[in-house]
């Protein structure tokens, strides 16, 4: 059966980058050792946040994970445009694998937008209409009209 995650088809497509980028860092050293690095941490980061943000329960807390994830991705692209300046591999070759990250990203900018998240109506349980994402809202806030009379202002 697997895991919420392991259904996911992003996070499949993650996992299929991250065993590339496995195969690629083994000859990535010298020079190219402080990006190879980075390279693992980012792209592990992908399918390891994507997994913590499915598991947890409220939209912003899911929004937040998937958001991450997605930011990993962007970095790895950029980390791949490194590593092809610095000679380490073609551009072919990484732009056939930035297409990956960018429908990685894709996808999680998706499943992180406002209308990702299976619930039910929470009228039958009283609860009214409660913000059921927590996060702060800007278009929630009401400006008020400047109240103040003549009669309130001080005089000199």
Same mark, same amino acid.
């Given at each position: 059966?697997?895991?919420? #995650?392991? +259904?996911?088809?992003?996070? @499949?497509? *993650?996992? &299929?980058?991250?065993?590339?980028?496995? /195969?690629?860092? $083994?000859?990535?050293?010298?020079?190219?050792? #402080?990006? +190879?690095?980075?390279?693992? @941490?980012? *792209?592990? &980061?992908?399918?390891?946040?994507?997994? /913590?943000?499915? $598991?947890?329960?409220?939209?912003?807390?899911?929004?937040?994970?998937?958001?991450?994830? @997605?930011? *990993?991705?962007?970095?790895?692209?950029?980390?791949?445009?490194?590593?092809?300046?610095?000679?380490?591999?073609?551009?072919?070759?990484?732009?056939?694998?930035?297409?990956?990250?960018?429908?990685?990203?894709?996808?999680?900018?998706?499943?992180?937008?406002?209308?990702?998240?299976?619930?039910?109506?929470?009228?039958?349980?009283?609860?009214?209409?409660?913000?059921?994402?927590?996060?702060?809202?800007?278009?929630?806030?009401?400006?008020?009209?400047?109240?103040?009379?003549?009669?309130?202002?001080?005089?000199?």
């Amino acid at each position: 059966m697997g895991l919420g #995650h392991e +259904r996911l088809d992003v996070y @499949r497509l *993650s996992i &299929s980058y991250v065993a590339w980028v496995y /195969e690629k860092v $083994g000859a990535l050293s010298g020079t190219h050792r #402080h990006a +190879r690095d980075q390279w693992l @941490r980012a *792209s592990q &980061s992908i399918p390891l946040n994507i997994a /913590e943000g499915n $598991g947890k329960s409220t939209e912003g807390d899911r929004r937040r994970y998937f958001e991450i994830a @997605r930011g *990993s991705a962007l970095e790895c692209a950029a980390i791949q445009d490194v590593l092809v300046v610095g000679k380490a591999f073609s551009s072919e070759e990484s732009q056939g694998h930035k297409i990956e990250l960018d429908r990685i990203a894709a996808m999680l900018s998706r499943l992180g937008g406002r209308g990702y998240g299976v619930g039910e109506d929470s009228a039958p349980y009283g609860i009214g209409s409660l913000d059921p994402d927590p996060d702060f809202d800007p278009e929630k806030i009401k400006t008020q009209p400047d109240a103040a009379t003549d009669a309130d202002k001080p005089r000199r």
